[in-house]
C-alpha cells in the first residue's frame, strides 16, 4: 500500500515537469494547470500532515518552514495570476516560483520526510496517504462545483 510519501513524491514529480513545460512555453494556461495541482496538494499537506508533525517537538520546526514555504509559493501564483503572459517580468516571477517550489519539494522529501519516518509507523503513513487521498478528491470536487472550501 502507498504511503503519504509516495503519493507526496509522485505529485512533486507531476508539478515539476509541468514547470518545466510551463518555463518553456511562457503560457499561463499552464500556470492554471499547475495551480489545480498544488492547491489542493497544499492545502491537503496543511490540513493533514503537517499537524501531524507539529504535535512532535523535533519536526515542529520543520513544519513551520513548510507552511513559510507554501505562504511564499501562494503569494507568487497570486502574483503570477494578475500579470499578462510572455513579459519579461512575468518569466522572472514564474522561475521564482518554480525554484520556491523546487527548493520546498528538496526540503520535504529530504529533511521532512526522513523525520516524518521516524515519528509516524509504517501503518499511519499509509492511512495519512487515504486520508489525503480522499481529501483531495472531496476539495478537487467542490472546486469543480463551485461549492464553498470553508
Do not use: C
Not at 518553456?24 to 496543511?46: Q, Y
Not at 512575468?90 to 519516518?117: A, M
Not at 487521498?133 to 461549492?147: P, Q
Amino acid at each position: 500500500m502507498k504511503t503519504i510519501y509516495d503519493v507526496l513524491s509522485s505529485e512533486h514529480k507531476l508539478v515539476l515537469d509541468m514547470f518545466e513545460e510551463a518555463v518553456s512555453s511562457g503560457s499561463k494556461e499552464v500556470l492554471f494547470r499547475i495551480k489545480a495541482e498544488i492547491d489542493p496538494h497544499m492545502v491537503g499537506e496543511e490540513k493533514l500532515y503537517y499537524p501531524l508533525l507539529e504535535e512532535k517537538e523535533e519536526s515542529r520546526d520543520l513544519a513551520r518552514k513548510a507552511y513559510i514555504e507554501h505562504n511564499e509559493a501562494k503569494a507568487l501564483m497570486y502574483e503570477l495570476e494578475g500579470m499578462g503572459e510572455g513579459s519579461e517580468t512575468w518569466t522572472v516571477r514564474l522561475n521564482e516560483l518554480k525554484e520556491v517550489i523546487i527548493h520546498h519539494i528538496q526540503d520535504e522529501e529530504g529533511k521532512v520526510f526522513e523525520k516524518s519516518r521516524d515519528l509516524l509507523s509504517q501503518q499511519k503513513a499509509e492511512e495519512l496517504a487515504q486520508k489525503y487521498l480522499e481529501f483531495k478528491k472531496s476539495y478537487t470536487s467542490k472546486i469543480e462545483a463551485g461549492e464553498s472550501l470553508a
